[in-house]
């Protein structure tokens, strides 16, 4: 009684107090926080992160939202939280810390989707009322399941190849540059890859998706690049491998 009164009175009080567009930068602002956070704790912490941003990220990307006028997954704010983190693990920890998180993030996306398979086999009993809901997230179409995956672990490696080089070419300029610039690119490239590999001849317009996920995409990350320059100023995280 207490939940379905919560649920008839809070939500929406707050879409009402809330549009999406706020909660996008509150959103963009806890992930942020969320990822700084984790740095500051060390290297572990932050490679946790990492992985649960790339969960998140399959996870949600089936509900659509309104953001800007546009319809888009509510999800590009994760996939862009998750290569700050990993350009934050290349920075601080090195290439090669990096590039095992990235391998525990598709390990872990991977094992996610195997078991939420096993999860979906067992029989309900006559009082469940969650099967369908869990069928509806956890069992996708094959095709977009193998796109996110494919294109998850194409655009980490060309990442940390990307940021790679750019550290060892730009050392002297600051880190929200080259996140921006890789995080950019990648970011481009994911959505091109996603978009053609996983929605074409589903959606009607693949150009217009793609600009219209970039656009938010590069929302996200021109409003991380000043803070990311910021919070690298003020925090330390423990244990840094220059």
């Known amino acids: 009684m207490i939940l379905n009164f919560r649920k008839a009175t809070i939500y929406p009080i707050l879409r009402d107090f809330m549009p999406n567009e706020c909660l996008f930068f509150l959103h963009v602002a806890a992930v942020f926080l969320f990822t ?3 740095l500051r704790i060390g290297k572990e912490t932050l490679g946790v992160w990492i992985c649960l941003q790339a969960l998140f990220a399959n996870l949600f990307v089936l509900k659509q939202i309104v953001l800007f ?14 290569i700050l983190g990993l350009n934050l693990m290349n ?27 096993v999860h979906l086999l067992y029989t309900p009993s006559s009082e469940d009322i969650t099967q369908t809901s869990y069928s509806i997230l956890l069992d996708p179409a094959p095709r977009l399941f193998i796109a996110s995956i494919v294109v998850f672990f194409i655009v980490q490696k060309i990442d940390l190849h990307l940021f790679g080089k750019l550290k060892s070419r730009m050392k002297k300029s600051p880190f929200a540059l080259r ?15 996603f978009t053609f590999i996983g929605l074409y001849g ?11 996920s970039f656009f938010i995409k590069f929302t996200v990350m021109a409003t991380l690049a000043p803070s990311s320059f910021l919070a690298k100023r003020l925090l330390k995280p423990k244990e840094i491998v220059l």
Request: charge should be neutral; proline fraction near 1%; include cysteine.
């Open 36 to 38: 700084f956070g984790a």
């Open 69 to 82: 006028g546009f319809q888009v997954t509510a999800t590009d704010v994760f996939a862009v939280g998750g």
């Open 91 to 117: 920075e601080f920890y090195g290439k090669e810390s990096a590039k095992k998180t990235s391998v525990a993030c598709l390990y872990s996306v991977v094992l996610f989707a195997l078991l939420s398979k």
């Open 179 to 193: 996140n921006l610039i890789s995080a950019s690119l990648s970011q481009l490239l994911d959505t091109v890859l």
């Open 202 to 212: 589903i959606i009607s317009s693949p150009l217009a998706v793609i600009f219209v």
